[in-house]
């Protein structure tokens, strides 16, 4: 058997695959009928519309045969997405590269095959839609014209999914949007105009107009929290160019956030301890890794005072696992529950009365599952919190 080399650009291929977001969806009845009819046009038993993913061959629409995904070694499609055109196999039992294939040897019992590739708009070939039959045979001409056509309608179906996918990720970015505008943003510019309302029309005094700020200042240092995180996501969702990621020095990341962000701690009494290793580095998006670490960082110092706060990281199956810990106030499970849920999410005020939104958490877990990684948190109420996340660890070789 001949396994099938990888195409040149398989990582820009697989790239654009996992653009349409169609791998392991449910069946479609537009691609079952292409399906269908190339099956019927071809004079087939087997028809499938086939895409290759990393280590295997994914039926998203199926004629003939009942199981899901084969793998990508024993794929007659791996072959196909290698060239441009139709690959027709008239006898597999006589061709070298199939004759002792375990889809020829076994079920199905190919003999026949014939696959056109799936090309995108940019020329990547995901897939291919194949007609497949237990004797040998061969196709007319008319029926090669007939499955080049349908292969063709198979990428337009992908491309029109595509388009209604990204109508509704921006549908709901924009109930985002307004939530988080309408009711986040909001609330602290309601609090310094009643306020400024409430010294205008009783003439306070200045000692009361003054003992009033500090709970406008958390207001604003609040939102402008908020703002910034807001401004980060609405970029990663609307940026184009995706994920920039490279290799990164988590520890020298940390060192520049907890500078910039001392007096915040200095003025909880937190110490800050950065244990993570000077060696480690991970691939991921500079910018979005800031972001997280700085939320959690800020999460932390918000809910303990007079204590300490650690960034560390160990290596977890080639994945580098961070956790920032703090002796804070700790959470129940049901503070537990709502925190990365974007209909239930909530913010209890902090040791220093600092308000929040909840919003910055949600970021974090947005950046960092883009990046490849989990996020998740431990917790004991009057004992600290743990926030852990993990991204791909680069190994020199």
Known sequence: MEIASKPANERERLNALNEYHILDTPAERDFDEIAELASLICETPISTVTLIDDARQWFKAKVGIEVPETHRDHAFCSHVINQDSVMVVPDATKDVRFHDNPL???????????????VTPDGFNVGTLCVIDTEPKNLLP????????????????????????????????????????????????TSLYGLLELSEKYDLPPDEFKAKLPEVRQGFTAANALLNNLLEWATSQFEHNGIKRKLLSLRHIVDQIVADN????????????????????????????????????????????????????????AMAEICIADTGVGMDQQQLDKMFNWDKRSSTKGTGGERGSGFGLLVSQEFVEKNGGKIWVESTVGEGSKFYFTLHQYHPQ
Do not use: W
Not at 104 to 118: E, N, Q, S, T
Not at 143 to 169: H, N
Not at 299 to 308: D, L, P, Q, S
């Open 104 to 118: 020829v040897v076994g079920k199905p019992d190919i003999r026949f095959y014939a696959g056109m590739p799936l």
């Open 142 to 189: 008319h029926q090669l014209f007939a499955l080049q056509v349908l292969s063709k309608q198979v990428v337009k179906q992908m491309e029109l999914r595509k388009k209604i996918f990204e109508l509704e990720q921006l549908n709901d970015t924009h109930r985002k949007l307004l939530s988080i505008i309408g009711h986040d943003l909001r609330s602290p510019l």
């Open 262 to 317: 001392q007096q915040q701690f200095d003025r909880k009494k937190n110490v800050v301890e950065n244990s993570i290793d000077a060696a480690c580095q991970v691939l991921a998006d500079e910018h979005m890794m800031r972001t997280v670490l700085r939320n959690l960082l800020m999460n932390a110092n918000k809910f303990t005072g007079n204590g300490r706060i650690t960034i560390s990281n160990r290596e977890v199956n």
